[in-house]
RNA sequence: GGAGGGAUGCCCGAGUGGCCAAAGGGAGCAGACUGUAAAUCUGCCGGCGCACGCCUACGAAGGUUCAAAUCCUUCUCCCUCCA
């Protein structure tokens, strides 16, 4: 795509893009790396802690790759010095604070994630350890010194929490400083992120002007809300779809969005083209395509781009046999049957059973399973929690909709 | 340094002596229905060989009481105001 003019490639930027701060910069920028000038440095930041790549992610990672494709290089930046330090504010999650063999355990994976998404020529791994561990007291005051605690408080969730009394540590206040100096160290021309990274973004770029640095254009892209259609989708509220995740999965998983979220989904996580897409949403919004068609087809499209197009096509198969025909799934997970939960008969209590089966967590929810209807035995439904059965080989123990065991 | 306020189950958030295993909402789970693990409706949502029983639980540790999430003491953490 190297050659398209700069107007073209702004065109691209801005597909699909929420805001852009600099624009002007932007535009100076481009029309620089046209006339034979080096390519951008498009700066993106990674969580250190949390390694597993979702599809909340991929928004800003394919808007990277576009990037890369009109010829920019990438830089993606571990937050590694930051993330050993740990945050004390959210102690209620104990933030843990990570060591060196982490951060690299965690930074091959990324590799290995991102590979999928961006082209690995163009990228560049960055911790920020490798400079701020060589800092000295001094120049966290100078970095400190170039911004105000009134600005801190413009952020949204600061001023929130400020007003609600709620505790915000100084450490909080460097994060933004830190992140934005990141954009110093690597010379940042744009930094991309989540509309939710804005303030964090701005800081980067009000400090690369106090650092005589030409600020870094601001590309955000729109968030993606989680499976539960509430929150934005993350890791530790478990409302994700990873990258990583199997074909059933991921197949699974998107099948079970709410309606709504179709559109914002198929808008933002797969690469369907300009044109294709707005067929696609036009169709959906004027019924002419069933949605139920439309998360097929969406969950097709990602298990292809995560794995390829026979993988996709095998969950769909399994996923119409399971649940839209309610057959048993292809394979099923097989587990032993010790002779000590038996009695002398080689009977057991069918909620002992589930639990020794670790298919659910408590004698309580197997009870609780059973009482509702949720347990099945070969099939046949077993609705009362004192039964007794005698478990053969060969036998199959179904929990609800998707937990399957086939006893050995 | 002084004065006052707060800490509740996965999350948010009621509850100021018994009727509280703790309202309500969200998330989660199950069932019905269906076009799907969608929507909607219903139910469940601390543990225990458990229908009214016991245990654990409302920041921590003690105490008062027949009885505490609720009262008292000390502690920890947080916030506000004053200095």
Known sequence: MAGLSWQDSLKIIKQGTHEIIGEEDLIEKLKKADNGGLPLRVKLGLDPTAPDIHLGHTVALKKMREFQDLGHEAYLIIGDFTGRIGDPSQKSETRKQLTSEEVM?????????????????????????????????EDFLTLASKYTVARMLERDDFEKRYREGKPISILEFFYPLLQGYDSIAIKADVELGGTDQKFNLLVGRQLQKEYGQTPQALVMTPLLEGTDGVQKMSKSLNNYIGINESPREI??????????LLE???????DLSGEELDRVISELKNNKLNPLE????????????YHDRGAAQEAEQEFTRVFSRGSLPEDIPEKPIENEWLDEEGKINLVQLLSRLEMVSSNSEGRRLTKQGGVYIDGERAQDPNLVVKPKKGMIIRVGKRKFTRLQ
């Open 251 to 260: 197949y699974g998983k998107t099948m079970s969005i709410s309606d709504d």
């Open 294 to 305: 439309a998360k097929k087809f969406l969950a097709r499209r990602l298990v292809e781009i």
């Open 264 to 270: 914002s989904y198929i808008t933002l996580t797969t």
């Open 105 to 137: 355990e965690n930074a091959r994976t990324y590799q290995e994630q991102f590979g999928k998404i961006l082209d690995p020529e163009k990228t560049h791994l960055v911790f920020n350890s490798e400079w701020f561990s060589k800092w000295a007291p």
